[in-house]
């Protein structure tokens, strides 16, 4: 059993049950329901470790580990197939033609694959993050057990998948999403999507174990996720595999980002978007630095160095809503100007 969906998830739209992931490879079945029906099956194309991707591709957000001079980076595929894999990486750009080392985490058990890759596109996203299309590139005596491994992660994912509920956060808020799963189910993922942003949030027993959206984690990605009143997200009664952090009680957790929101929302952002800059007023600015909050002049700071809104947001810890209100007064004092 890889996944299990309680009744009481039933009224939020899941079918209460179970979802089984099969041990067997793919070609030992094959076998076993040829033996069994007397019908041939048709043989799979199998691809070749070094040819451009044309295998099938699915979407699986799964843990993996790229290496590369003597680093490693911890990053998400997006979509995975025999031939490579595309992978979300905040706030790395890794050119075309870069040679790596890829380590692919199983989500359910102790287990990896690794193999030499190599990256053959790239496509840069909002808030630092880039999405790397990356080609395996291992010998043919390591096929069928590439092919086997990433068979197992695909039937894992598809598994986790029909134990899923999903929904639109359109009509009913993040906090009564939260609080309404976890009256039902002990432990749980939420994946948002949110037009080009996406983010994860996981509870256990009572308490937020893990938020993150783009460059942004902790209870910061969680006020930020709040304002995300159009994304539509999807549920699963589990943990995956992830990181965490310092864990967090939910109901002060979620109370916090609710606040940030608010706070969003009664805010005149004076039509400034992530990737607005900013130009620093000497006069003025010698004249009010002395009177300046500490996250004043820290806002101020990066203005100064030439960064945009987005990447502002993302460097400093403190929530968005303060950022703003920093900057907006800022703003409002001649201290700094748009463009």
């Known amino acids: 059993m890889v996944a299990s969906v309680s009744s009481g998830l039933q009224g939020l739209g899941a079918t209460p049950g179970i979802a089984l992931q099969i041990a067997s490879p793919d070609f030992d079945l094959r076998s076993r329901l040829e033996e069994i029906t007397g019908l041939p099956l048709s043989e799979p194309a199998t691809p070749g470790p070094n040819e451009a991707r044309r295998a099938e591709r699915f979407e699986a957000r799964n843990p993996v580990l790229l290496r590369l ?92 998948q029909l134990g899923a509920i999903t929904g639109s956060l359109t009509t009913t808020p993040l906090e009564t999403v939260l609080e309404t799963f976890s009256s039902v189910a002990s432990a749980g993922t939420l994946e948002l999507t949110c037009g080009d942003d996406s983010g994860k949030i996981a509870y256990s027993d009572g308490q937020i174990v893990y938020a993150l959206t783009g460059l942004v984690s902790g209870t ?64 003025l600015a010698a004249l009010a630095q002395a009177g300046f909050s500490p996250l004043q002049k820290e806002v101020f700071e990066h203005t100064g160095m030439g960064f945009p809104l987005g990447a502002i947001i993302d460097m400093l810890p403190a929530n968005d809503a303060a950022i703003y209100q920093a900057l907006v007064s800022l703003l409002a004092d001649g201290v700094i100007r748009v463009g």
């Open 69 to 160: 001079a003597g680093r490693e980076f911890r990053a998400e595929t997006l979509d995975l197939s025999y031939n490579g894999m595309l992978v979300s990486l905040p706030g790395l750009d890794l050119s075309e033609r870069t040679e790596l080392e890829v380590v692919l985490l199983h989500p359910a058990r102790e287990a990896q694959l690794v193999v030499n890759a190599l990256v053959v596109n790239r496509t840069p996203c909002d808030h630092g993050v880039m999405a790397i299309g990356i080609q395996f590139r291992f010998s043919m005596e390591r096929v069928d057990d590439v092919i086997a491994f990433i068979d197992e992660v695909r039937a894992f994912h598809h598994a986790a």
């Open 220 to 283: 910061k990605a969680l006020g930020r996720m709040f304002t995300w009143s159009d994304a539509r997200f999807e549920f699963s009664p589990k943990l995956h595999s992830i990181d965490r952090m310092e864990p967090v009680p939910l109901d002060s957790a979620t109370l916090a980002a609710a606040v940030q929101r608010d706070e969003m929302a009664r805010l005149d952002l004076h039509g400034l978007d992530p990737d607005t800059s900013f130009r620093v007023d000497e006069e």
